[in-house]
């Protein structure tokens, strides 16, 4: 019997219990006033409590691109090879709470929002096991506002319990077959992003903290080269500065800001090579509303980057085989919403930065184009859709430049207050732009399909 059942019923039982004439006793025979069932409802403070269920088919698993032709001779028994257009059905339960302990005190205080939320996603590959994985999901938002001061700290902290051991890709593998497989793996991600926002009139100053982790506990194995087997290094990115903003108006300001980082890249066991750096960012912004309908945040700069002597380079690039241990390169960031109507949401978005790989030694420029499209065509019914364009380019220490085109449609439907169900279909298309010193280049382009359905029950 599922304990929470009785917890759940209880105040139905009661209500029904005291309504009963035999237990109520005579007074309750005698009078023509009907006691009205007892109904819980949900407090203000618990903003979410909801179980999702969702079933998809997966039409390529690994996002691999090999075939059975490249199939390794002889490998380690205990690993998986990842082969293309291996399928599976995939089922996902996703229960969710999230408490906003600011609503309990409702008194108008600077503490606007302090919430917690925990979201497990459990995932099953029927055809596929060693993909099974749960990921355990913990959200922190805390916003305070005093006037003249405003603080948000954002925390995403995620712990996935899945396998330990990496996939063998024959013939080679794109950056985002690794990606793709890699959120699988057994690890600790967090993302923290903190701001201070000290406003008057006319400029403000705005302390500025960000934390990208990653920590992942797979098996490393020295066969990569033998097998292309994916060893997955931890790593992080996390940097603090300011930005000083001048208000054109109220509602658009211009900002200038200055960050210094540092990236960790933890170095293989049998390899000292890494690309841990420092780096600073000069960045020119602007930020706000120019009409009603349209909001614009946006940060763009040089990045002047230091490595150590460990960064690996590749001899034939340069004449001397060297690579420049001080690069500078363009960071740029931002966002555009545009709400043309009440019915009409399109969110477009970019970024490009520096950052070093998850499969060890090397960094690379991380780009990319992210557009999302929502019209609400009754208070039941919505349409998603999605546009992105993904980059990673590893030139100039390695022969690689990936990218990825992925579309995405939906539709959500209201079938009463608590029951939401939708249905969803993705497409993935690599490309490989950099065949040169590659043996096998057609093995690291892969194209994926995946369809869904689900349902959400919201309390």
Not at 182 to 199: P, S, W
Request: net charge neutral; with cysteine.
């Amino acid at each position: 019997m599922d304990p929470l059942k009785p917890a759940c019923h209880l105040p139905v039982i009661l209500a029904i219990a005291l309504s009963s004439p035999v237990l109520a006793g005579d007074a309750a025979s005698k009078t023509s006033v009907q006691t009205a069932p007892v109904i819980w409802e949900k407090p203000a403070w618990l903003t979410d409590l909801s179980v999702s269920v969702r079933e998809s088919y997966d039409s390529n698993v690994y996002a691999a691109g090999a075939d059975s032709r490249f199939y390794p001779a002889t490998w380690p028994s205990n690993l998986d090879v990842a082969l293309k257009n291996r399928p599976s059905w995939v089922t996902t339960i996703s229960p969710k709470v999230g408490v906003d302990l600011a609503k309990l005190w409702n008194d108008g205080g600077w503490i606007k929002t302090l919430a917690f939320g925990y979201m497990p996603d459990i995932v099953q590959y029927h055809n596929q096991s060693s993909e099974d994985y749960t990921a355990h999901r913990f959200t922190t938002v805390l916003k305070t506002d005093n006037g003249a001061v405003k603080a948000n700290i954002d925390n995403a902290f995620t712990a996935i319990d899945g396998s330990h051991d990496g996939l063998i890709y024959p013939g080679g593998y794109s950056s985002f077959c690794n990606s793709t497989t890699r959120e699988r793996r057994d690890q600790v991600q967090d993302r923290l992003k903190a701001t201070v926002k000290f406003d008057s009139d006319t400029v403000f100053v705005r302390p500025a903290l960000s934390l990208q982790y990653y920590n992942l506990d797979t098996t490393f194995l020295n066969v990569s080269k033998t097998y292309n087997y994916m060893n997955y290094v931890d790593r992080y990115d996390i940097n603090g500065g300011a930005d000083v903003g001048y208000y054109l108006n109220k509602n658009n300001a211009l900002t200038l800001g200055y960050r210094y980082g540092h990236q960790y890249q933890q170095a293989l066991p049998w390899d000292a090579q890494n690309s841990t750096n420092d780096y600073q960012r000069i960045l020119a912004g602007y930020e706000g509303n120019p009409v009603k309908w349209l909001k614009v945040e946006a940060q763009v700069g040089p990045q002047f980057t230091t490595y150590t002597d460990l960064r690996p380079y590749n001899n034939g690039i340069k004449a001397d085989g060297l690579i420049d241990t001080n690069p500078t390169d363009v960071y740029a960031e931002g966002s555009v919403t545009i709400t043309p109507t009440k019915s009409d949401v399109l969110v477009l978005k970019y970024k490009r930065w520096n950052w070093v790989s998850s499969t060890g030694k090397n960094a690379y420029m991380d780009s990319q184009i992210d557009s999302s499209y929502r019209h609400q065509f009754t208070k039941k019914l919505q349409l998603q859709l999605g546009f992105r364009v993904s980059q990673s380019d590893y030139k100039p220490t390695t022969y690689r430049n990936d990218w990825l085109y992925t579309t995405s449609a939906g539709f959500k439907y209201a079938f009463t207050k608590n029951l939401t169900g939708e249905i969803a279909y993705v497409w993935d298309q690599d490309a490989n732009d950099q065949v040169y010193g590659i043996t096998n280049p057609t093995t690291r382009n892969f194209e994926r399909q995946v369809v869904s359905t689900g349902v959400t029950w919201a309390f």
